[in-house]
């Protein structure tokens, strides 16, 4: 048979996103284009931002999540307190004039109806990317059964299409004199992985890269969860600027009920249900 020249044909469009109920993808980009589809995100950066913010929404704080330059554009901390009537946020894991720092460790000074604001380079970024999402919550290995489950309800009850869990990955700059470029954080994807083998358990049908992250997470579970996270790069680099006791905190499974979900003044407030 003659072949048909089809140089004069529109592209058929690629659609990277599959067809599951639940995927898995990496960093700010990926935020952004599964807020721009509508559908739920989930941002995991498992040893400092997402931890974070589950256990203060836990305490019944209510966290306003600013990237970098979201808090420079609003004239600095000063400028962030001042606009959305909170305490200040500490542009270091140190901050130790701030009243909540990305330290798990620091959620101890919060008491419920607390307002604060947190910012980091890598998960407040994601909420940036994701601000526009009809659903954005927060989850980590401390909630991961719980945000399945929420995640579960909604899609059994039609509220909810398809969740995207955005592993946060980490830019090199936090360990190297660099100014850009992106590395995959094994943490991020194993909270990732804890997540989305928390929701298939529950018959939630997985991407195969949400199933490869759930792959992950459970050689990780057998092997020690606290093992991989310190043995992480960023783990690491945690125990030698003597952040170890947060590795502890984040490596806490299933200890909270709380999902954190990012309200329509940006702030993570607890989400009972969908």
């Known amino acids: 048979m003659p072949e048909h020249d089809t140089s004069d044909l529109p592209n058929a469009p690629f659609d990277p996103w599959p067809t599951t109920h639940l995927h898995v993808e990496w960093g700010s980009q990926a935020a952004q284009l599964a807020a ?83 910012t980091s380079i890598n998960g407040a970024d994601i909420v940036r990317s994701a601000r526009h999402a009809a659903v954005l919550l927060a989850g980590c290995l401390r909630n991961r059964t719980a945000v399945a489950r929420w995640c579960a309800d909604a899609l059994t009850a039609g509220v909810i299409r398809r969740v995207t869990v955005i592993a946060a990955a980490s830019r090199w700059s936090s360990t190297l004199d660099l100014t850009d470029g992106m590395r995959p954080s094994v943490e991020d994807w194993l909270g990732a992985g804890a997540i989305a083998a928390a929701a298939e358990a529950l018959g939630v049908s997985l991407s195969t890269e949400a199933k490869a992250a759930a792959s992950t997470y459970a050689v990780a579970e057998r092997d020690g969860l606290d093992r991989w996270l310190r043995g992480s790069t960023t783990g690491r680099e945690m125990i030698q600027k003597n952040f170890a006791p947060d590795i502890d905190e984040a490596a806490r499974l299933d200890l909270d009920d709380t999902v954190p979900r990012l309200d329509s003044r940006g702030f993570f407030v607890t989400s009972d249900h969908p």
Do not use: C, W
Not at 48 to 60: C, E, I, P
């Open 36 to 118: 721009d589809r509508g559908d739920t995100v989930v941002v995991v950066d498992t040893l400092t931002f997402s931890t974070t913010v589950t256990m203060a929404v836990s305490r019944g704080a209510a966290v306003l999540a600013l990237s970098h330059a979201e808090v420079a554009r609003l004239g600095g901390p000063d400028g962030v307190a001042q606009t959305y009537q909170v305490a200040p946020p500490a542009l270091t894991q140190d901050g130790t004039d701030a009243k909540l720092t990305l330290s798990p460790s620091s959620v101890g000074n919060l008491i419920s109806g607390d307002q604060v604001a947190l």
